[in-house]
Structure formats: structure tokens, C-alpha cells
């Protein structure tokens, strides 16, 4: 199972939609890990055949979606957030906490705008950084791909671009 994974789109929909068209045949899942829950509810809509999961950023005001997600997909068990709640500008070991408590096989956070991908201890962890504004790198999203063999995270950086 592939799973695209973004955060922080900050309204930036077109640019959202564009990593979506380019995985749509490939990917059984999408996360939005928060502040862009306008631009995931326009997603669903356009597109009521993928699997779409989000949460709560801090500038999601007036958004009904969870602050954390605990979630199942091939198999193995996602927690989710967007990571102002668990203090990851200052370090993950909360998060991390939070994940072995609820058995996680991966964890998902955004807020820091700065991708990240690794594994400890049974873990695997990933930000996949901001698809609009990103802080260490061009803009990014993250592709996870479950299967057989194990758990596979990777980042992927977009060339900044401009749509008409």
C-alpha cells in the first residue's frame, strides 16, 4: 500500500492537487497532517475515490478534524498529528512516547515545516515538511510504501513552481 503524506499547504490547493493527480493511480491513501484542512476538504471532494485522513493544525480554526489520528493501513498502525501539541519544535521524545503507547508502527507530525524521515527502535518517524512554506528545503511531502518486506518512508521535494 502506498500513502502520500503532506502537511502545512497553508491554502495553497493547487499545489496540493498536483501531488494528488500525480499519485492517484499508486497511492490507497492520503494524510494531511494539518493547517490546510480547507484544501484536503476541497481534495475529497474532487476526488471521492481516495482514502483521505486529516488533522488539526493550529491555524486550522473552525475545523472539526481530530488533533491526533490513530489509524490502520496495510496492516500496520499510523499515529498522526500535527505536532504543536506535542512540543516537536523542541524535540520528539513526546511524540515518540505517544507512539510507542498506542503501539505504532509509524508516526506522522508537520508544524515544524522541515522534513524529517528515520526510524528508532521499532519506529519509523516522518515529516514530510510544507508543500507551501517550506524552512530547510524546497517544498516536500512524504510517500510511506507498506508491503511484504517491511515499511518504506521517503521524502519527496517538489521543484518550486508556479500555476496558471
Known sequence: ????????THGDFFRLKAIVDKHLKDAGLLIHLGDGNRELEDIQTLYPQLRCLGVRGNCDQNSDAP????????GKTIL?????LYGVKGGLDRL???????????????HTHQNFTGYE?????MNPGSL???????PSYGIIDITEGGILTNVVEVKRFVLH
Open 67 to 74: 488533533c491526533t489520528l490513530l489509524t490502520e493501513a496495510g
Open 96 to 110: 515518540k512516547q505517544a507512539a510507542r503507547q498506542n503501539h505504532a508502527h509509524i508516526v506522522l507530525y508537520g
Open 1 to 8: 500500500m502506498r500513502i502520500v503524506v503532506v502537511s502545512d
Open 132 to 138: 507551501s512554506k517550506p524552512r530547510n528545503h524546497m
Open 121 to 125: 527502535e521499532g519506529l519509523h518517524i
Open 80 to 84: 498522526a498529528t500535527h505536532g504543536h
